[in-house]
């Protein structure tokens, strides 16, 4: 992490500390369960030696000859949430799930359609695949640390901005390459090898988001917000793409745990 | 009638599409030298491309035109790059005696080989859609930078022969530089002869 990262974190940590602190009022304790999704742009991995008779890496928009990178996240995770001020600040931790899932393939469906991957091997000859797709599928188990601060509150509606780091741990990668010949399944393996890319152990982000939240009060509340775009801390996420924003939506339910009043200090007359 | 010409246009439909597989390899892809505009990038991918200035006019390849081509007789090796140059079709021929590969992965042996342009040995044409000059050089060479047996789904498929030339000449009378060429060809059965 660079200084800008670890200032995002410190500042989160102090916020979340200060919140704590600071707070005399009735803390309620929720948990919520979300699902989610993200979109990630970035440009496709110069690692892979692909043959430049495609007219455009990522999202070529006028080109019939283009190979698109794609980059998307589905999320599911448990957050238990604390919330103070009458519920205008929360703080909230957890486990998420991510699944990060990356594609290099022509843009084209067509049976037909397929590019060429040149092999890295060192040699005097040069070895070229065809190839119809290339995905990789990535999943991380982390931890979220989010701060929301929910100034708009109605009856049984309120809008609130959000603020978060992610700290996730790769458990599980795999790739593979459709070959336009089958028969070169063989070589997935060494291909591989050859390119000597791995995706990132550890996966890290700094988002911000809007949402709505609805529900009575003191009863089950339903989450629905935007992810703004977003940074990633950490490089190497897929081994496909390169990186450099996403953004996304999320859905959540909170159920209430407890209501619980912290005592404020009692004054005494007599001093 | 109808029957043989529904006959026809299959057959038509099962050759183009027979002849598609190759057609990615063979077409020409053109990236832009940002420092030398009008050429072509130096690259050893296959690219079917070429490119020099003649003085200060661009002489490239183009789509239309096959870009190169080697011609092999009896004892001489022809190296052809056909392209355009101010709006007229040009070709430029290097012509090595005494060197006759039997077939295209036979290039090979030109890996690295840096050729002499003032050699007797060597013969340097320039040709115009009504002219063909033979070149007096002065001084200049051509560079066979890399030459690799190129194979898809681990099968031979042609030779990609890359490199660069530059060389100093008289046309009409007057001196003239041929600068920055660089050259990326797949040579393969449909542009490899010999007689």
Redesign the interface.
Known sequence: MDMKQKGIVLSLMLGLGLCTAWSQEPVKLTVGFEVGSGFVTGDLNPNWNV???VGNYNYGYGYSNSLSSEMTMAVIGIRPEISFFKGMFAVSSGLRYTRMNSTMSKGSNSK?S?F?L?DNVNT???????VKEIWEDNDYLGIPLEVTFLPFQYDQVGFYFKAGVEMNFRFNSKRDIA???P??EI?QQEFFDHVGITPNVLYSTFYTSVGMRMGKKNKTKYNFELLLPSTFLTKNNSSLVVPQMYSGFKFSVQLLVSKTGISKPKTNDTY | MKKQSLFLYFIGIILL?GC??DY??Q?S?F?NDVNNPGLPEYSE?G?NTFGAYIDRRVFASTNEELPGKIVVNKDTFNLILKGESGYETVSLKFSIVGYSPADYPDL?SL?DSVIDLKNPRCIVTLAYPNSSKKLTVSEGNLYIKRV???????VLTES?VSGTFSFKTFIDGEPVAVSNGRFDLGIGYDNFFKY
């Open positions: 043959r430049q008779d037909s397929y060429f040149k005097a000859n040069t070895e070229y695949y065809k070959f336009l010949n028969d070169m070589y | 599409s598609s597989e990615q390899l077409k892809v990236i991918w690219y090979i890996n690799q047996k190129l194979s898809v789904d681990r990609i």
